[in-house]
């Protein structure tokens, strides 16, 4: 049992020195959060193209970092506004583009050059370096974009009849108060699905070493069993439904059930899908930046793949 729990002493020592940073960071938004996800998307984004060139792809790099940094920025659509809108005005000119359309410029701009810059570069073959940057962009860019776009959806664009619906009658109701209460919320929200994946990670790896029988995926993932994903399952929910509980206020039960259940099993399945690109790459992580843990793709990959999922249900429905 001991080689089991062998990488545990290093998986602790990061966790108690990055765990208090990230929540910071989550709890304050604005431009650190904002830099905290561009970080791991770049890190996130440079181990996919080395696990792509393990198969021969030429992906383009600068070109997809770049990428993805304007697509995060889509995201921050907000704040930018308030930044720059004003020298618009006092100049006379026109507003900037609404969050969609700044989104799909910057997508469709992306893609144009990534195909115009493959029509030059003979370098390889097309379809895998297109590809490789393309999909590298997509999935590790935009799913993991959607995690700024959760944080800002409790800015000024929060719903004025569920603000108020929480803020105390005697409390006056000036936007500025309500701005920032549902901005906390948003931060103790990003809290949740974070906390809610390290519980479900967590439960998984304990449940699976101490009482895993039957293999989930061995194909994939061999060490990975049904109890451990039970487990990281019944941990996700439970996380989500704590936090509605105490610290998410706007959240109804049911939603934060859903929240929870997407978590358990898409989260997961996130984990699965990055062991999948491993395996065919032939490595073992990708890469060994994060003691104990493995790269950033290693470390983030549930949340890559929930983020969208999450953005949208949080969007169109819970705010809706």
């Not at 293999?215 to 994939?220: A, C, G, I, T």
Request: with cysteine.
């Amino acid at each position: 049992m001991a080689s089991k729990f062998s990488n545990l002493a290093p998986r602790v020592a990061v966790a108690v020195l990055g765990i208090p940073f990230i929540l910071y960071a989550s709890y304050s938004g604005g431009v650190l959060f904002l830099l905290f996800v561009l970080a791991i998307g770049l890190l996130a984004l440079r181990e996919f193209f080395t696990m792509a060139e393990a198969k021969g792809a030429k992906p383009q790099k600068a070109l997809a970092m770049t990428g993805l940094a304007a697509l995060h920025l889509s995201f921050f659509h907000e704040q930018i506004q308030d930044l720059i809108l004003p020298f618009f005005i006092d100049g006379g000119g026109i507003s900037l583009l609404m969050k969609l359309q700044l989104f799909l410029t910057v997508l469709f701009l992306f893609l144009t050059l990534v195909m115009l810059a493959e029509l030059f570069r003979n370098n390889g073959s097309a379809f895998l370096n297109a590809g490789a940057t393309i999909f590298g962009v997509m999935y590790v860019g935009v799913f993991l974009a959607s995690l700024t776009g959760i944080r800002e959806l409790f800015g000024a664009e929060f719903p004025y009849h569920l603000a108020i619906q929480f803020v105390p009658e005697f409390a006056p109701l000036s936007d500025d108060m309500l701005r920032t209460t549902t901005y906390a919320w948003g931060g103790w929200t990003i809290v949740a699905i974070l906390a809610s994946i390290w519980m479900c990670d967590t439960m998984a790896y304990f449940g699976g070493l101490t009482m895993g029988k039957h293999k989930l995926f061995p194909r994939v993932s061999p060490n990975k069993s049904w109890e451990g994903a039970v487990w990281g399952f019944a941990g996700a929910v439970a996380t989500m439904v704590i936090f509605r509980s105490t610290l998410l206020p706007y959240l109804a039960l049911h939603q934060a059930l859903i929240i929870g259940v997407m978590i358990g099993v898409f989260g997961q399945i996130g984990d699965l899908i990055e062991s999948l690109l491993k395996r065919d790459a032939g490595v073992k992580d990708s890469s060994s930046i994060i003691p104990g843990h493995g790269g950033v793709f290693d470390r983030f990959d549930s949340l890559i793949f929930v983020s969208p999922m999450l953005y949208l249900y949080i969007d169109f429905v819970v705010l809706s």
